[in-house]
């Protein structure tokens, strides 16, 4: 369908309608419930599978629909990015062990509305160096948000994660970025989570996009298995990721895809 809402930036970035956050909050919040929902089944001996299962009857139950089941071919409702899996790790066979972290993000379509995020997971007992991890890139993901208001830019919102998490010692993922969305999955613009202050294209209000930083132990680089999805570090060090949807008001931003349950950034005890 074609997207005819609002304007259209000279960056080519849809301006919504304030009747549309109303929208994106709907759909945000189901995604949202729905990582909620999948907390108790995240243990040792349980299978990236199993829980895309659960994932894809939670979609159902709701009468939602899958954004990625079908999108270039993908077939889950869900990817699930074990220990140095960065993104994209596609539900299987593998079997959770204890000590693993995992990021689990869903994508659903309400009333044509893109509700997307993601946030970590772990089964079983919490490493030191994966807690902090974990810490790092969570905070990153919130101190990109506190960057998001009316004449600040995306490259704002980028140097305020990379310049946290670089001084924490940990490094940015660069091969895969945020997104615009809105009725649409991938968007302009491409929301890098590093970069120079005041960069790119200016932030105004009525904005909707992802903010999704990867942060890795190790190095940078990744790369992209025979599978055609799943991205891993190539210096096989641990990688973590958060998701948020949010839309720009005009005083900061509204973020679409809060946890009804409170258990974004500590889904564990
Ligand atoms: N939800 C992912 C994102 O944050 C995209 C997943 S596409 C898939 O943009 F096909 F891999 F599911
Ligand atoms: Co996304
Ligand atoms: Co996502």
């Given at each position: 369908m074609k997207e005819t809402r609002g304007r259209v930036t000279k960056d080519g970035i849809r301006i919504?309608?304030?009747?549309?956050?109303?929208?994106?909050?709907?759909?945000?919040?189901?995604?949202?419930?729905?990582?909620?929902?999948?907390?108790?089944?995240?243990?040792?001996?349980?299978?990236?599978?199993?829980?895309?299962?659960?994932?894809?009857?939670?979609?159902?139950?709701?009468?939602?629909?899958?954004?990625?089941?079908?999108?270039?071919g993908y077939r889950h409702a869900s990817c699930i990015s074990v220990n140095h899996v960065v993104c994209h790790g596609i539900p299987g066979n593998k079997v959770l062990a204890d000590g693993d972290i995992l990021n689990i993000d869903v994508t659903v379509i309400v009333d044509g509305w893109y509700g997307d995020t993601s946030r970590m997971f772990v089964a079983g007992n919490l490493g030191r160096k994966a807690e902090r991890l974990i810490e790092v890139t969570h905070e990153g993901l919130m101190r990109g948000i506190a960057a998001v208001k009316p004449g600040n830019t995306f490259g704002d919102i980028g140097n305020a994660?990379?310049?946290?998490?670089?001084?924490?010692?940990?490094?940015?993922?660069?091969?895969?970025?945020?997104?615009?969305?809105?009725?649409?999955?991938?968007?302009?613009?491409?929301?890098?989570?590093?970069?120079?202050?005041?960069?790119?294209?200016?932030?105004?209000?009525?904005?909707?996009?992802?903010?999704?930083?990867?942060?890795?132990?190790?190095?940078?680089?990744?790369?992209?298995?025979?599978?055609?999805?799943?991205?891993?570090?190539?210096?096989?060090?641990?990688?973590?990721?958060?998701?948020?949807?949010v839309g720009v008001t005009a005083e900061g931003c509204e973020i679409f895809t809060l946890s009804p349950a409170g258990k974004f950034f500590r889904t564990w005890a």
């Open positions: 919504y309608d304030p009747a549309d956050f109303a929208g994106m909050r709907a759909a945000g919040q189901v995604a949202a419930e729905i990582l909620d929902a999948v907390i108790p089944l995240v243990k040792p001996g349980a299978t990236t599978g199993e829980l895309d299962e659960f994932i894809t009857a939670e979609v159902e139950r709701r009468g939602v629909i899958s954004a990625t089941i079908g999108y270039k994660i990379q310049t946290y998490v670089e001084a924490s010692r940990m490094s940015v993922v660069r091969d895969f970025c945020g997104h615009g969305l809105g009725r649409v999955f991938h968007a302009p613009p491409n929301v890098l989570h590093y970069g120079r202050a005041g960069s790119g294209a200016v932030l105004e209000e009525g904005m909707f996009f992802t903010i999704e930083p990867m942060v890795n132990l190790g190095r940078p680089e990744t790369k992209v298995l025979a599978d055609d999805w799943t991205a891993v570090t190539r210096d096989k060090s641990l990688s973590a990721q958060y998701e948020h949807s």
